[in-house]
Structure formats: structure tokens, C-alpha cells
């Protein structure tokens, strides 16, 4: 069984940066695919960014692209998004989540609870 709990969201304005964390524990976090997903209010839940356990490649959704860079720290069981540029429609609740195989937006095994980002003057 995998925790993982989200940390770093908060209030900032347009053109800010922040950088979120996810902390696993319970499990052997390298194994896992790590994906960032968003929902904002009235939306369906969106995957932004994952990682892959195994090299470390990356995919990110065409909105964050260019924005948005998510990284790992295996040795400190640990994935961050780093999110440059925010824009009022970053606005959303933020998840990590976790799978096997492969890096995806679909069948994750785990969730975290979310972290709230407000981009907003």
C-alpha cells in the first residue's frame, strides 16, 4: 500500500511560479509511475504531467507544456511539480497519483488527497 500526500499549493498571482511536492511512504516508491493530475471547479478531473519509475521520461498535457516540469527523488521518496508561468486557469485542485507499467494519465492505483492552487491578483 502506497500513501501519498501533496504539499506546496497556495495563492499566486498570474506569471508566479510554485513548486509542488508529493511524499510517498508505505511501499517501495521507485517501482511506481508518478502522474499530476487538476481538477478545477465545474470540471472533470485532467491528468497535467507523469514520470516513469524506470528512466524517468516524462509526458505533460499541451496546456502545461512549456510550464510545468515534474521530476523525481527516489532516494527521498518525493515527485515535484515545478510550475512556472501560472496562468488564472491553473486554478484547480491538485493530485499525485501512482501506477504500474507505464506513465499515463489512466489506472492509477493510488491517490493522494490534494493540494489547492489559486492563481489569482
Known amino acids: 500500500q502506497l500513501q501519498l500526500v501533496e504539499s506546496g499549493g497556495g495563492l499566486v498571482q498570474p506569471g508566479g511560479s510554485l513548486r509542488l511536492s508529493c511524499a510517498a511512504s508505505?511501499?517501495?516508491?521507485?517501482?511506481?509511475?508518478i502522474g499530476w493530475f487538476r481538477q478545477a471547479p465545474g470540471k472533470e478531473r485532467e491528468g497535467v504531467a507523469c514520470?516513469?519509475?524506470?528512466?524517468?521520461?516524462?509526458n505533460y498535457a499541451d496546456s502545461v507544456k512549456g510550464r510545468f516540469t515534474v521530476s523525481r527523488d527516489n532516494a527521498n521518496n518525493t515527485v515535484y511539480l515545478q510550475m512556472n508561468s501560472l496562468k488564472p486557469e491553473d486554478t484547480a485542485v491538485y493530485y499525485c497519483?501512482?501506477?504500474?507499467?507505464?506513465?499515463?494519465?489512466?489506472?492509477?492505483?493510488?491517490w493522494g488527497k490534494g493540494t489547492l492552487v489559486t492563481v489569482s491578483s
Open positions: 497519483a501512482a501506477k504500474f507499467f507505464t506513465c499515463g494519465f489512466d489506472g492509477m492505483n493510488y
Open positions: 508505505g511501499s517501495t516508491f521507485a517501482v511506481y509511475n
Open positions: 514520470i516513469s519509475s524506470h528512466d524517468t521520461s516524462t
